[in-house]
């Protein structure tokens, strides 16, 4: 009875997991989609005016006979006829809006990108500056070593040098350090992993979300894939590395990425 259990809740696990990940897939698609939706919204309402004033025009000719039939005062008359014209107004501003928010959803998704190609390079560059300046047969682990206690050092209060279940991590790809348990940081990068294998990509945010700390702006729109991750970059797990330092008296853990998050990761 105990095992049929264990298989029964096994299952509804995993059914769940699948429906979690399936909205999520979908929210995110939407999401990079809306601007060209909008885009054809705000076209359909072009025409949409278009029709509608046609018809207010038609409209506003039998209150204009009306009017006079009634004998009605210009302001009496404007009332009359000024209701005829709401659609054609309502679907004017629905356009509008399409139109404005189809602009403002792209110049939000150019700022992501740009960012994400600026702290990517930045991170390039600062590698390439410092391996230069270092030498000996662990120069590329030093150098990663040397990168975070310069952005460290002098950052850390005294709640990160607090003894406890915690331990104070950095994370290369988004340049920021937090705590978190060893245990939390291998779940959080086999789950990763798992959901790579299973839907076929992941986005850098899912990490963070494993691991219980904020998103990056930018952390949707890089990620890993199977198809472009094999066929373009030599990878099929997302490797993670862990490099112990000391930072003004504080153990450090540096977590690397060798194959870093890509942009062209949702077309594979």
Not at 87 to 95: E, F, L, R, W
Request: neutral net charge.
């Amino acid at each position: 009875m105990k095992r049929r259990i264990e298989k029964w809740e096994t299952r509804e696990l995993r059914r769940r997991t699948k429906n979690s990940m399936n909205f999520k897939t979908l929210r995110r698609k939407i999401k990079r989609a809306m601007p060209t939706i909008l885009t054809f919204i705000g076209a359909g309402g072009v025409i949409g005016v278009a029709y509608a004033a046609s018809k207010a025009g038609e409209k506003k000719v039998e209150l204009e006979k009306q009017a006079k039939e009634e004998r009605l005062t210009k302001s009496e008359a404007f009332f009359l006829i000024a209701p005829a014209y709401g659609p054609t107004i309502g679907i004017a501003a629905g356009t509008m809006a399409c139109i404005f928010g189809a602009n403002k959803l792209n110049k939000k998704q150019q700022a992501s990108l740009i960012s994400a190609y600026a702290i990517l390079e930045r991170s390039y560059s600062e590698y390439r500056k410092t391996a230069s300046d270092l030498l000996g047969n662990d120069g590329d682990k030093e150098i990663v070593k040397e990168m975070v206690k310069s952005k460290l050092s002098g950052n850390l209060n005294s709640a990160d040098k607090e003894d406890g279940e915690k331990q104070l991590f950095y994370d290369m790809a988004s340049e920021r350090y937090f705590q978190a348990t060893k245990e939390t940081v291998m779940a959080a990068e086999y789950m990763l992993n798992r959901n790579m294998a299973i839907r076929g990509y992941a986005p850098l945010n899912e990490f963070y979300g494993f691991l219980g700390i904020p998103e990056m702006s930018f952390g949707d729109e890089i990620g890993w894939s199977l198809g472009t991750g094999w066929d373009f970059y030599g990878y099929q797990w997302i490797d993670f590395t862990h490099e112990e330092t000391e930072v003004d008296g504080v153990e450090v853990t540096i977590i690397r990425m060798p194959f870093e998050p890509h942009l062209d990761y949702i077309d594979g």
